[in-house]
């Protein structure tokens, strides 16, 4: 894939305009020079794996009198976190047969137990970046709601009416209780989802948020505790074994930081720093898209949308507090209306670009597929088109801790949908 310095100029997403004020961090320490000792963390990347796990590190009690260095090809929030789609949406049921799918047939091979832990995880990440945003007064638009799974062809409903028994069966085994709810009466999925097709829906815990504000704050935080530096338009062309413990991390013009360890947050660019290495076999990148909306009339105000929703054959959406809707399309829903091909997808590097196709796709969509949408005035509908690159796994599941055979260098990358095929 396309290494940094990138050749393309890269969309501006809904997120990233939005967050161009003074105390975001736009070219933080972008001329200042490298450390010349050996620092304890560096952590390339500063997505919100990256910025996330600055913050912390840099918590007290933690690892106190630690030196952090994030090193950053562009900017903070540039990458996949700036540009995605705003949801926090833990996987429904729905998510259990991808998982428990054996490898070979396209799952992760994992067991029934496995993969209740994964959406117990989900529902807790959830909480757990409510809790942090509530904690820290964090002022990043933190939605709390529910989501909608919208299903509207018989095929689908089948499928999710197995998966929920599966589930229901599952939960009784570890005495647990559900957490979502299946819906199958049409005019109820008419009602609540706004979209005529629809003849069921799923219902459980979500969120939203403004993505480029909460990992801004997150790197704000990290910086704030004096421990940490950030320097933005470094990016590492190399990770080496140093002469004696530790790596040296070879950052092209800017010079090299020395580390005792090196925490890999590179999501869909990994591959760049692991050329031959069986991490670039079982990686790839693929690309997604997305649009913010102004609503019409009739979806605003009173009439606004009260949940966030995954409707099948259209878009995963969510709303903003202030600009409107931001949703987006995943690969399976792309080949299935026929917006765009597979190679527009998988194994896509460049941001700089919406393939004509998925953008038609997105921006007449709110049109045909929302009950009483109506005329669009001049500045209503889809207004704004970006792109961003993510991460696929062979077996849909993240790469996090180290990297076998390498003390010292760790990685959280791979972090995809799971209902998206896996690569090829
Ligand atoms: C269109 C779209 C919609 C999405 N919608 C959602 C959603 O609604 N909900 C959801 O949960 N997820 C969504 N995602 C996925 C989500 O955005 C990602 O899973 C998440 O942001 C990954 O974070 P990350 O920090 O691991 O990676 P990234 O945010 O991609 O960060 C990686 C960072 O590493 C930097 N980097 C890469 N290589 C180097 C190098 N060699 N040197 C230095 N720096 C380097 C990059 O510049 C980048 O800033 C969406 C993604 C896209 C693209």
Redesign the pocket.
Known sequence: MA??PQTFTSTVSHWQATNRGPDALYGHGKTDSLPTGVVDYVI???????ASLAYHLSRPGVCDDKRIVV????DV?????????????PYSFASLSGFTRPLEAGGSGLTMDDALDIMKMEVRNLDLVTEIVMREKWDVDLWRGEKLEVVDTLEEKEVMDTSYEVWIEALKTRRDVPDWDWVTDEAEANRVSRHPKAIAFSRGKAGSVH?HKLCTAFMKSALASGRVDLFSW????SIDKGPNEGWNVQCHERGVVRANEVIV?????TR??FKNHPISDHLSPY????TQVTPTLPYSGPGALKHTLCIENGP?L?FTPSSGWVF?VGYADIIRQKAGTHDDVMGATDDGIVPEGIKQWLASYCKEEFEGWGEEAPGEGAQRF?????CASRDRLPLVGQVPGSPGLEE??G??EPSDPVMT
């Open positions: 290494a940094f390339i990347g500063a997505g919100l794996s990256g090193l950053e090809g562009k929030a540039s990458g996949a976190t700036g540009r995605n789609g705003g949801h926090i949406a993505s470094c990016p590492v062309q947050c590179t999501n869909g660019y760049n720093l690309r997604g898209h997305a995963y969510i987006g970006w792109s961003g690159i993510q959280a990358v972090v995809w």
